[in-house]
Nanobody
Framework: QVQLVESGGGLVQAGGSLRLSCAASGLSFSNYNMGWFRRAPGKEREFVAAISWTGATTYYADSVKGRFTNSRDNDKNTVYLQMNSLKPEDTAVYYC????????????????????WGQGTQVTVSS
């Protein structure tokens, strides 16, 4: 049974930083791309960032590029999202997800390929 458990969310002032973690179990973690998504109040879930199974390639939404950094530790079965220079518009529930494809050749930002999801962690940025 695949489990993804996010942690690290919280309340932070604008300009501050948070680091989200997502611990995975029940899958061969090092063979799967991982993604981060978020859903802000009243909005649809949107892509934030993703990292290839090797960790060599990352992809970011334009809204977070240059501020967020996605990384992974395959020995710890954990993926991270370092969020710097946070803005009030970053307020959302953040979800990590695992691409269901084994060793895919490219990163996909569409939700359709992410077959496993965490329960989410709340990030609130005050102005």
């Amino acid at each position: 049974q695949v489990q993804l458990v996010e942690s690290g969310g919280g309340l932070v002032q604008a300009g501050g930083s948070l680091r989200l973690s997502c611990a995975a179990s029940g899958l061969s973690f090092s063979n799967y791309n991982m993604g981060w998504f978020r859903r802000a109040p009243g909005k649809e879930r949107e892509f934030v960032a993703a990292i290839s199974w090797t960790g060599a390639t990352t992809y970011y939404a334009d809204s977070v590029k240059g501020r967020f950094t996605n990384s992974r530790d395959n020995d710890k079965n954990t993926v991270y999202l370092q969020m710097n220079s946070l803005k009030p518009e970053d307020t959302a529930v953040y979800y990590c997800a695992a691409d269901f494809r084994w060793r895919p050749s490219a990163i996909d930002q569409g939700m359709g390929v992410y077959g496993y999801w965490g329960q989410g962690t709340q990030v609130t940025v005050s102005s």
